[in-house]
């Protein structure tokens, strides 16, 4: 990937956190409808298709029985390797609570969840970090129906390590995952979409949830591959 400067593309320009358009909210559809309301502020109505990529929930299955606790603040860090990713339904199932994706969408957007108290071997969903998983899923699956696209990252400044400026990356699809390996960005791509302008993600510094358009082949195919991590939006 080459970082490159220039303004990201017309098309996708205004669905972009910070250097978008301001919109205007139909706050009735944000409590009634949540994922339609976040397909509509993120994406453009011109794909067949839409899905919402959940970032996963985290779960240490190191940590003894007996020493699960409700989770209190504190600077004790564990290794990544001692988690295991848990999608959103099967969090609720451990919890014994009927999964809606609204409801479940709402709660993480005000911070509120039903499914009782945080516990310390508990990680919730990272706000503006897709899963590792689905970004692999993501260029496995382009390569399979489109080949090596060649694609444009947008990254807000909110999703690097300095906070200075916005970033744009270019290259091959099968060069994303290498972006991994750079130390100034702290989030995944705030906008990923290829030059013929036939899917597009975007991942919200703000949202523990990321947005996907694309024809239908592109959908059914992410969301066969990352079943119930990768939820297809009827709309």
Do not use: C
């Not at 994406?43 to 990529?53: M, R, V």
């Not at 702290?186 to 899917?199: A, D, F, H, Q, V």
Request: no cysteine.
């Amino acid at each position: 990937m080459e970082l490159i400067e220039k303004d990201i593309e017309d098309w996708i320009k205004p669905y972009a956190t910070i250097v978008g358009e301001q919109k205007e909210y139909d706050l009735k559809l944000r409590e009634q409808n949540p994922s339609e309301f976040f397909l509509q502020l993120t994406l453009p109505s011109t794909f067949q298709e839409y899905a919402i990529a959940l970032h996963s929930f985290w779960i240490n299955n190191k940590i003894p029985k007996d020493k699960i606790e409700v989770r209190e603040l504190s600077n004790e860090e564990f290794p990544e390797d001692d988690f295991s990713r848990v999608t959103w339904k099967d969090f609720h199932d451990r919890k014994y609570r009927e999964f809606d994706l609204n409801k479940a969408i709402m709660d993480s957007i005000n911070h509120t969840h039903s499914y009782d108290k945080q516990l310390n071997n508990e990680l919730y969903p990272g706000e503006g970090l897709m899963d590792k998983e689905h970004l692999i899923s993501l260029v496995e699956v382009v390569l399979n129906l489109y080949g090596n696209q060649e694609i444009e990252l947008f990254y807000t400044f909110l999703a690097t390590k300095n906070w200075e400026k916005d970033l744009i990356y270019s290259g091959k699809i099968n060069e994303l995952p290498k972006l991994f390996e750079i130390d100034n960005l702290r989030l995944t791509p705030s906008l990923i979409y290829p030059k013929e302008k036939n899917w597009v993600v975007n991942t919200d510094y703000d949202l523990a949830f990321t947005t996907i358009g694309g024809e239908t082949k592109f959908i059914s195919s992410l969301t066969e591959r990352n079943r119930n991590g990768i939820v297809k939006i009827t709309r």
